[in-house]
């Protein structure tokens, strides 16, 4: 209970720092300054961690559960040819076309 107490402390004073920022005293608003610079190099490295383990493992199981089916369809039987039959048209049958 005291940890979330003192996180909520944390919160507010950051808050309270971001709102006054131009107001703080020198010795805080260095310290303020640090601390935002420090945040913004932590949230790239840990962005690039999480993507990067959602991208390997994302893909990596999309990649092993469609394995099988990719060998299904590679020895899937072609047909004989492609050719469609058509019906004989008419002069009549071209009058209304669309």
Do not use: N
Not at 48 to 62: D, K, S
């Amino acid at each position: 209970m005291k940890f979330f107490i003192v996180l909520a402390a944390l919160v507010v004073i950051v808050l309270i720092c971001d709102k006054y920022e131009s107001k703080l005293p020198p010795p805080i608003s260095w310290i303020y300054a640090l601390w935002k610079k420090f945040s913004h190099v932590l949230g790239i490295i840990m962005t690039f961690i999480i993507l990067t383990v959602l991208w390997i493992v994302g893909f990596g199981v999309y990649a092993i559960v469609m394995k099988p089916f990719a060998y299904l369809a590679r020895y899937k039987r072609e047909p004989e040819s492609f050719w469609i039959e058509s019906e004989v048209t008419t002069a009549d049958s071209m009058k209304h076309q669309f």
